[in-house]
């Protein structure tokens, strides 16, 4: 009988040990979960201090850069561009915080070039001059009351290649075959190109062509109908042949976006084919001639029909520009005014 009370008690101190180390377990656990949520919302609380301490910092450096910034208003736009000078008019517009009309002259630093601007309807304005395909930079402003000079830093960067003349983006969605044959090749193409025209102001168009280059010359030009008609008829032909017609709302005539922005928009439905002999590079690329006689021509494509291993190399370095902004502009006699990369397209 001892022996069975003996054996009793020892089975319920050994339950008992399994439950307080069963609580134990639970407690330990407990204990690293509050650490790691202590750890957590110190985390957060030191993060939250950082960023207040950051935010309070930039706000005071805007506010001593706003303290020490002597203008009000400081902008410009672009103007007529000027073709056979190959200049472009850039309006600049100056407010400062302190002046005395008639008595604070006022100029800027453009190009190494100092110009003054001319106070009028409680601002200062100018229309400058600067290289319509190049990038200019107005990098100070400058205050003088009567030998008493104060100076600003600008940073204005100006390239009236984007708001001067126009900007032509192309691009195709749709197939095209390549039917390899023993001395040429077929090529059948089925390809809605998108043509995009956008300028600051209001633009015309003289005409807008697909042209095909074989081995760098001029081989297929195809016209692109812009009136209404036209268009229609290429978006209803790309139906019939595509699974999806990109969503486009051509033909679009001088629409203006928010940003005063004007814009035209085509296609242009391409399905005839040709014989590509062997060993050719095809390139092709969308030409639009504007109102003032200039040519842009926008890389769209390329294949090789077993062309050479220098070719194939060269065409790689212009694959990264198709559908980009043009990368070779004309003038009315042929000649290059503009190259996006020199010398890669020529």
Known sequence: MKKDFTTMISVVVCVLLVV??????????DV??????????LRAVSNSISSNVSSISENIRSAMEEERNLLTTGQWQCG??????????????????????????????????????????????????????????????????????????????IEPRYGAVLNVNARYDGRSVVHHNRQSHTYAPEQLVEILLEKEGEFTIRSADVLVLLDGKEYKRFPVDLTEKGQEAYKNAASKKLERIPESDAPAYSRKDDSGIYYERYV???????????????????????????????????????????????????????????????????????????????
């Open 80 to 157: 007529e561009a000027d073709i056979e000078k190959k200049t472009a008019e850039v309006i600049c517009t100056i407010v400062p915080k302190e002046y005395t009309p008639g008595s604070t002259q006022v100029s800027i630093l453009c190009n190494g070039k100092e110009w003054k601007l001319a106070y009028q309807d409680s601002e200062y304005t100018t229309k400058i001059e600067v290289p319509l395909f190049e990038r200019s930079e107005v990098v100070q402003v400058k205050l003088n009351d009567h030998g008493t000079i104060r100076t600003q830093e600008l940073d204005w960067v």
């Open 32 to 41: 690293t979960d509050l650490r790691a949520e202590t750890r957590n919302e």
């Open 268 to 346: 242009y439905w391409m399905d005839q084919g040709w014989d590509v002999p062997e060993g050719s590079i095809v390139e092709f690329y969308v030409e639009v001639v504007d109102e003032t006689g200039l040519r842009y021509r926008s890389f769209l494509e390329w294949f090789e029909a077993s062309g050479s291993e220098e070719a194939i190399r060269q065409m790689d370095e212009k694959s990264p520009y198709m559908g980009a902004e043009p990368v070779l502009i004309f003038d009315e006699t042929g000649t290059i005014v503009y190259e996006l990369v020199p010398g890669l397209f020529r």
């Open 20 to 29: 307080n180390l069963i609580q134990i377990h639970h407690l330990k656990q």
